[in-house]
């Protein structure tokens, strides 16, 4: 199973990026999949997530309104589309799947948390200059 992110690099305040991520060894459209970020000495961040169907998103109040997560199935891929980027935005954004997450019952409280997911990409970092 892999998980290839990319799109990171260097923007300035206000410009826009979008990440991709390649899946690879797994039935995608199976998974629930997010995007999350970690900045130095933080703790890795739920930033958005979508159904397997597409049909859903969730987002972070942080980046709600900036941020647009979509995938593409036949593809395997998925993007978030980051506009209106701001300094605090700087982080490394890594991608990630669960198998369980969007079924009945399994709330934002759930898959807002990093340690239920089963895959992870290898991380693309942002870094918004001001």
């Known amino acids: 199973v892999q998980l290839q992110a990319s799109g990171g690099g260097l923007v300035q305040a206000g410009g826009s990026l979008r990440l991709s991520c390649a899946a690879s060894?797994?039935?995608?459209?199976?998974?629930?999949m997010a995007w999350f970020r970690q900045a130095p000495g933080k703790e890795r961040e739920f930033i958005a997530a979508?159904?397997?169907?597409?049909?859903?998103?969730y987002y972070a109040d942080s980046v709600k309104g900036r941020f647009t997560i979509s995938r593409v199935n036949a593809e395997n891929m998925v993007y978030l589309q980051m506009n209106n980027l701001k300094p605090e935005d700087t982080a490394v954004y890594y991608c990630?799947?669960?198998?369980?997450?969007?079924?009945?019952?399994?709330?934002?409280?759930?898959?807002?948390?990093?340690?239920?997911?089963?895959?992870w990409g290898q991380g693309t970092l942002v870094t918004v200059s001001s």
């Open positions: 990630a799947a669960d198998y369980e997450s969007g079924h009945p019952g399994y709330t934002k409280s759930y898959f807002g948390t990093p340690g239920v997911y089963d895959y």
């Open positions: 060894g797994i039935t995608f459209s199976n998974y629930f």
């Open positions: 979508i159904s397997r169907s597409g049909g859903s998103t």
